[in-house]
């Protein structure tokens, strides 16, 4: 139901985000209703999500998930997708926990993360990403306010992407989708 790896789900339980008990086996039974209202309360309800899951060479926009904590981060970047790239559709989640839920719903087409987030760093979501088959197919770009000497505990995760610093994002952002994805420069 929320399409987040097992080690997600465990470390949810952990903060009480969900309701679950353990049987005598040891493993976790969670509550459905503390599902559901965990989905409506960071998703806005279960309404629109079926339309995420149509796939990605049937639908007529591209789907970009932001995952970033900043208001004024996530303001901008939809100003240049409109600006930019009309039929793209931007969907934003705030911390590393909504935006795994968000990437199982939405199936991107392209994922654009910051490195530190609250509830689960960026490092992590990019590892349990790479792990999912359904990420194969996205394209990812990693958007930081981290100086290169700071970003080097995350290089295991960072190799070999896209990163664009927070203070260039005005510039960087359209030319590197436009020349990483094909098909949006297009639309």
């Given amino acids: 139901m929320l399409g987040l790896a097992v080690r997600s789900i465990q470390l949810m339980v952990d903060r009480g985000e969900l309701q679950a008990w353990r049987t005598s086996g040891g493993h976790r039974r969670i509550s459905r209703a503390s599902v559901t209202q965990w989905l409506a309360s960071r998703q806005g309800g279960l309404q629109g999500q079926h339309a995420a899951h149509v796939p990605a060479s049937v639908r007529s926009h591209y789907h970009v998930l932001l995952i970033e904590d900043s208001a004024h981060f996530q ?3 939809s100003l240049l997708l409109a600006k930019h790239f009309p039929k793209a559709v931007l969907h934003i989640a705030n ?3 909504s935006g795994l839920t968000k990437f199982g719903q939405v199936q991107p087409d392209c994922l654009l993360v910051d490195i530190l987030l609250p509830g689960i760093d960026g490092a992590a979501l990019v590892t349990t990403l790479k792990s999912d088959p359904q990420f194969a197919r996205c394209q990812l770009v990693i958007v930081t306010g981290l100086t290169s000497t700071q970003l080097s505990p995350y290089e295991f995760a960072l190799q070999g992407l896209p990163i664009i610093h927070k203070s260039q ?19």
């Fill in 75 to 77: 303001n901008l970047v």
């Fill in 95 to 97: 911390d590393g926990i």
């Fill in 169 to 187: 994002l005005a510039n960087a952002l359209v030319p590197l989708l436009a020349q990483t994805i094909p098909q949006l420069a297009s639309m």
